[in-house]
């Protein structure tokens, strides 16, 4: 009877440990009900080992979103992975449950709710989402991102949920940074979008509350650019925040204090990115939102020799707006170099746009060796205080980033132009550009649309300012008797077509980034480029304005559809990893022989998989 015993003794033991593997004890624990390692009890202080499965099945299969599929689990799969119970008999395809979800989206009472749905949704079911999304992406975009994006970060505090969707850095994590990274579930990290949450708009300083933001870049780079989510990282950089408000917030989860600046901030940005240049090489894509226009250049500037790296706000929106431009020129009959451009606006956003036009003229010009001070002279700066032109007497005090384009005077008969109107009859602009990143001091007036009008049969209008644009779609048309050429930032992407008082239709084209930045990402990724320089950037503009058709002009429209992005995405990425190779700067070898081909291949497909 002994070695029975004894081999009895051996096995529990064995069990014991078994058991101890998977979970944590349940030691002293006499009044479980919490299954084991979760007493639930006060009398057991003692810390557990959190450990789970290398393969999840069972309930862990159906709360991790990756892997989730709800009910579209079949009877085999319920079998195999034990779910068999842990769901309702009934079997829902991918198809009808993106058709509920959307019919909850549609019966949400305001975006905010419909964004907190599809965040909830993402979480717990990520193809799900993504399916839904790309499905439906010209109703979905502006609940998805801007601008509903902007008020749910502003409420992010009470809606926090402790489900890791991004990596904080704080002030506090200087010399873990790289540790921190590690934390991160996920190794291959392709894409980070970063922010320190300094400038959300006209919402200003938010702190940590602006993660809401990289979050939904992101899923722009997957849904529009086919780029894996797994291989994305949203990162936000914490250094406090000047928004007392949410400091005196009990609800904030920021650090609580005054943001800081200087030395300190641009230590913690050198850990960051030396860090990710050890965990995930030099080829990662680093995309800059949401920070104060100094900072962003300032950081591209430092390390734009050692990653792809971009602003969206930056090199993204000027992109666009080339591109609508360049589509445009059917219409217009002029070339990018025949137009007269007029920038109004205050801060470095008006300045960003101008040089990547500047950049764009000198390339199309290049074969008459028109250098980039000659492309400047097509384009003016208009600021508070009237046209920027040393004539006007504040030369000395000007920021810097105006002087490139501070010309001596408007015309050798007026030498300033105190405001936009007079600007526009002086200057005879073709394309007329507005820009803040605040609700806009200087409107595009009856009599400035007028004179556009007067001065040009198709004139080029783009209020681009948020919110708020310097003008309304209806009136620019109405102003211009139908002729203007229509684009802004606040149109939605799903508004119907704009009908003057006569009856006729046009429909404004909306500026949206999200039109370029994945597919420059897909193109980043396709070639390993190690840098992202402005001529990709207007390559991509040349591609993304080739895809406008007659159809799409002829309705008003400068831009594409929407519902056509993966496939836009796809010849904009073909356009950025054609220039990286010519620049010799793609390290992925051999060159794919057919790029657009290969990008539509590497795209994520958020259909659900069988599982074995």
């Not at 959307?102 to 009472?109: H, I, Q």
Request: proline share 5%; charged share 25%; net charge neutral.
């Amino acid at each position: 009877m002994l070695p029975r015993l004894s081999a009895q003794l051996r096995l529990k033991s064995r069990r014991s440990l078994l058991s101890a593997s998977v979970c944590a004890t349940q030691a002293h624990s006499k009044t479980s009900f919490s299954g084991i390692g979760e007493t639930g009890t006060k009398e057991d202080d003692r810390p557990i080992t959190p450990w789970v499965r290398s393969v999840i099945s069972g309930a862990d299969l159906t709360r991790n979103p990756k892997y989730n599929k709800g009910l579209a689990f079949t009877d085999t799969e319920r079998d195999r992975l034990y779910l068999r119970g842990l769901l309702p008999p009934a079997i829902l395809s991918q198809d009808v449950q993106a058709n509920r979800a959307l019919l909850n989206v549609r019966s949400m009472a305001n975006d905010l709710d419909r964004h907190s749905y599809l965040t909830a949704l993402q979480e717990r079911n990520e193809s799900l989402f993504y399916k839904l999304l790309l499905d439906n992406i010209k109703e979905l975009l502006p609940i998805v991102h801007m601008p509903t994006v902007s008020e749910y970060c502003a409420k992010y505090a009470l809606m926090f949920r402790s489900l890791p969707r991004a990596l904080f850095i704080s002030l506090n994590d200087r010399g873990m940074v790289y540790q921190i990274l590690k934390n991160w579930p996920e190794r291959r990290i392709k894409a980070i979008c970063i922010t320190d949450g300094e400038r959300v708009g006209h919402l200003g300083d938010l702190g940590v509350q602006a993660v809401g933001v990289p979050v939904s870049k992101l899923a722009l780079y997957t849904a529009c650019g086919g780029i894996p989510p797994s291989v994305c990282l949203p990162l936000v950089i914490d250094c406090g925040t000047d928004n007392q408000e949410l400091l005196d917030s009990p609800f904030y989860v920021g650090l609580k204090q005054k943001r800081v600046r200087g030395e300190q901030y641009q230590e913690l940005l050198d850990e960051v990115f030396a860090a990710v240049q050890r965990r995930f090489g030099n080829t990662v894509l680093i995309h800059l939102e949401d920070m104060q226009y100094e900072n962003m250049s300032k950081t591209m500037a430092q390390y734009s020799g050692n990653f792809p790296i971009f602003s969206d706000d930056i090199q993204g929106l000027a992109a666009v707006v080339i591109a609508g431009i360049l589509a445009a020129a059917p219409l217009t009959s002029k070339k990018l170099a025949d137009h007269t451009f007029l920038i109004a606006g205050e801060g470095r956003a008006a300045t960003s746009i101008a040089s990547i036009i500047a950049a764009a003229i000198a390339r199309e010009r290049r074969h008459v060796n028109e250098t980039i001070l000659d492309a400047r002279k097509h384009v003016w700066l208009l600021d508070q205080n009237g046209l920027v032109v040393r004539s006007r007497g504040d030369a000395d005090t000007l920021d810097d980033h105006k002087l490139p384009y501070c010309h001596r005077q408007a015309t050798p008969e007026k030498q300033s132009c105190p405001d936009l109107l007079t600007a526009v009859k002086t200057l005879k602009p073709s394309v007329l550009i507005g820009i803040s990143s605040m609700p806009p001091t200087i409107t595009f007036s009856e009599e400035v649309c007028q004179e556009m009008g007067r001065n040009n049969q198709r004139p080029i209008i783009m209020p681009l300012s948020q919110p708020g644009a310097e003008v309304k779609p209806k009136d620019a048309y109405t102003w211009t008797d139908g002729r203007c050429i229509f684009a802004d930032r606040d149109t939605r992407t799903d508004s119907a077509d704009v009908v003057l008082d006569d009856g006729r239709r046009f429909h404004p084209s909306t500026c949206e980034t999200s039109y370029l930045f994945p597919g420059v990402g897909m193109g980043t990724m396709l070639s390993r480029a190690t840098k992202l320089r402005d001529d990709m950037f207007i390559a991509a503009a040349e591609a993304l304005a080739k895809l406008v058709t007659d159809e799409d002009r002829a309705r008003g429209a400068i831009y594409p559809p929407i519902s056509l992005i993966r496939d836009i995405s796809a010849h904009i990425a073909r356009a950025v990893a054609q220039r990286a190779y010519d620049s010799g700067l793609a390290t992925e070898q051999p060159k794919p022989s057919d790029l657009h081909h290969a990008a539509l291949q590497n795209m994520y497909d958020a259909e659900y998989r069988n599982y074995r």
